[in-house]
Every structure is written in structure tokens, then in C-alpha cells.
């Protein structure tokens, strides 16, 4: 069964948006909170996010920022504006979709099932990558090594996905810039260079032997091993 988080600060909005969803098979999680709803995403199996944009405390543009640090889990807004302007920072904050209330049923099943169905295409794909003692979960965003296990981030994950699944193969600073960050998005190469010096800290405080993986390559870029 596939389930789905649904945020919005009105209760009758959540109910409502369940009512539509759940006799099409889907389990239904509803939080009212922002703060709350990214603790869920944390500790649960979520598959998709429908999330309210204008809500107190932490809106949704901030919420999506704050799921996408450690998910890529598909992300659908959901307001009451319309404006252009709205839609874009939607989209660049890294939802996925983006429906204007007052939205019709058919409207609102028609693209869950869209993404969903796109996602049911990417699953076939080994949920762990396992090279010489170490373990990339992509169910969890996680990197273990023997008893040593570590949270990344999203950019930390894309990253060591793309140098460990290729280990001998040298990454130039683009190609890093390519496999983490968003297709069309502006990033100086130097952001890659923060990301490895603050992953090599993070694994290295957790007892990882970072000294003999993610080598830089001088001039070039960066190699796993």
C-alpha cells in the first residue's frame, strides 16, 4: 500500500484530500504542523507529499527545503495563490508538482497517480550499493561501514552514489555538480569542494577510514577509490 503525507494547517482540508485518496487503496498520513511533518518523513516510509504552501509557523516552501536536505520523495504543493512567481519558488525549493486551490477531485487523483506511476518505474533499482565493506542505503540516504552508520544529506548521498557506483572512474567537479544538484541550476563548482570537505569530516568523526576513499584527484576532481 502506498502511503502518502498529507500537511495542511486546516483539519478539514486534510480530511477532505483523505476522503478523495484513501478508497483508491492509499494510506493516508495527516499532520497539521510543518515541524512535525518532517519528523514523519524522518521515522516513516513515505511515498508521496501533498503539502499546503501557506501555513503558520513553517511555511511550505519551508518544509519542502527542510524534506529535501535527506528525501528526494516526490513533492506536491498545494495553494490557494496562483501567482506565476509562486509556482516557480515552488518548484525551485524542489517540489515536484504544484495544484491551485480551490482544485477539482479528478484534478488532484489524476496527478498522484501520475507521480506515483513514474516512481513504480524507478523501483526496480537495488535499494543498496555495496563496495568493499561499505553500504549505500537509497531507502534511508545512509552510508554504513561495518558497525558505523551515518546520515547524509541529499547533495551528501547524491554524490557518493554517483563515486561509489563508478569507484576507479575520476568525477570532475561538473560531473559532481551534475549527479547532485538539479538540472539548469546555477552552482559554482566550488560547492562541490565544500560538500567533500565537510563529508570527509562527518565520515572521519564517525570512525569511517576515509584516508583510503574519496580521493582527490588534483586538477581533475574527486574518485571514491
Not at 77 to 106: C, H, Q, W
Not at 131 to 150: A, C, M
Not at 154 to 179: H, S
Request: aromatic share 10%; with cysteine.
Amino acid at each position: 500500500m502506498r502511503t502518502i503525507l498529507l500537511v495542511d494547517d486546516e483539519q478539514r482540508m486534510l480530511d477532505l484530500i483523505e476522503l478523495f485518496l484513501q478508497p483508491l487503496g492509499y494510506k493516508c498520513i495527516k499532520e497539521t504542523s510543518g515541524k512535525k511533518a518532517t519528523e514523519i518523513m524522518k521515522n516513516e516510509k513515505v511515498n508521496l507529499v501533498l503539502l499546503d504552501v501557506m501555513m503558520p509557523e513553517m511555511d511550505g516552501w519551508e518544509v519542502c527545503e527542510k524534506i529535501r536536505e535527506f528525501s528526494n520523495v516526490p513533492i506536491i504543493m498545494l495553494t490557494a495563490r496562483s501567482d506565476k512567481l509562486d509556482l516557480v519558488k515552488g518548484l525551485n525549493t524542489g517540489a515536484d508538482d504544484y495544484i491551485t486551490k480551490p482544485f477539482d477531485e479528478k484534478e488532484l487523483v489524476a496527478r498522484v497517480n501520475a507521480i506515483l506511476r513514474r516512481l513504480s518505474v524507478n523501483e526496480p533499482e537495488e535499494a543498496t550499493i555495496n563496495y568493499e565493506g561499505f553500504k549505500l542505503d537509497r531507502e534511508t540516504y545512509s552510508l554504513q561501514f561495518h558497525d558505523s552508520i551515518v546520515q547524509l544529506t541529499l547533495k551528501e548521498f547524491y554524490i557518493i552514489e554517483a563515486l561509489i557506483t563508478r569507484p576507479k572512474k575520476t568525477y570532475t567537479r561538473e560531473e559532481l555538480l551534475d549527479a547532485a544538484w538539479e538540472y539548469g541550476t546555477y552552482t559554482d563548482t566550488r560547492t562541490v569542494d565544500s560538500h567533500i570537505r565537510n563529508l570527509r569530516e562527518k565520515l572521519k568523526t564517525n570512525g569511517f577510514p576515509i584516508e583510503e576513499f574519496l580521493k582527490t584527484v588534483w586538477g581533475i576532481g574527486y574518485k571514491w577509490s
